[in-house]
């Protein structure tokens, strides 16, 4: 691609993109600190596993019940 | 002065809030431009900036003081939560809301023609349309656009030319001589 071809397209879209020289006008701390103190509980994939296979034991084998609220 | 930044960077990166809050307040200006450059507005690049913010809080324990450039690392991320912003928003044709009052013919012919290049912008993926606004619209050098990216100056220019033949292809099929 030669230059002027180049030039043209950047020319096309400087007038389509007039340039942004926007500044911050505010502070976004406060922002920040709001999303800073947003805990989010994640819970390990393993647990939902364990927490599945725990399920389908108690559903294929009831008589399990007793042995898993012993280990709880 | 430079011990002063790296002890910054070493709290921050062990965790310390006020270093966070000093970065934080030193750099969210250059976030917020380097952002807006990229998704073109203002509301939408001060959410991501808090965004860009909450997740290099998040890699803090990744990030090493001594030896990490933060500038070049918190430009990677903002580069990146923009990129996600662009692939999470459905592209679309807007104009530009300083319409001039009375449209004259020539107003009306640049209003279209802004049209058709946002169409053609639209057919590029969310990473060749910020190189191509990186370089060619915010004139930043290559090297500066590929750092941003995560991809080497070559592939950044190789980048930006992908997407001028995509606009060119694009624009002439409208009867833009481009």
Redesign the interface.
């Known amino acids: 691609m030669s230059d002027p071809e180049l030039e043209k397209i950047k020319s096309l879209l400087r007038e389509a993109y007039p340039p942004q020289n926007e500044e911050l006008r505010r502070d976004l701390w406060a922002e920040m600190q709001e999303r800073l103190s947003q805990r989010v509980i994640r819970v390990p994939w393993w647990d939902w596993a364990l927490l599945a296979a725990a399920s389908a034991m108690t559903l294929l084998f009831p008589g399990v019940i007793p042995a898993l609220l012993y280990h709880l | 002065m430079e011990g002063a930044r790296v002890e910054v960077l070493e709290r921050f990166a062990a965790g310390d809030a006020e270093a966070f809050?000093c970065l934080?307040?030193q750099h969210?200006?250059a976030v917020?431009?380097w952002i807006?450059?990229i998704v073109?507005n203002?509301a939408v690049?001060?959410e991501l900036?808090?965004e860009t913010?909450?997740r290099i809080?998040r890699a803090r324990s990744r990030f090493d003081a001594k030896k990490g450039n933060f500038c070049g690392w918190m430009r990677r991320i903002a580069t990146n939560v923009a990129l996600d912003h662009l692939r999470r928003v459905q592209p679309e044709v807007e104009l530009?809301e300083e319409l001039p009052a009375r449209r004259t013919p020539v107003a009306a012919e640049?209003n279209e023609?802004?049209r058709l290049?946002?169409a053609a912008m639209d057919h590029l993926s969310p990473q060749v349309r910020a190189a191509?606004?990186l370089a060619?619209?915010?004139e930043e050098p290559y090297e500066e656009v590929g750092k941003a990216l995560g991809i080497s100056t070559a592939a950044a220019k190789l980048r930006v030319?992908r997407g001028?033949?995509v606009?060119?292809k694009e624009?002439s099929r409208v009867g833009?001589?481009?």
Do not use: K, S
């Open positions: 809050e934080f307040r969210q200006g917020f431009r807006v450059r073109r203002p690049a001060e900036t808090v913010f909450w809080h530009p640049q023609l802004r290049i946002y191509v606004l060619l619209v915010g030319f001028v033949r606009l060119r624009l833009v001589q481009a």
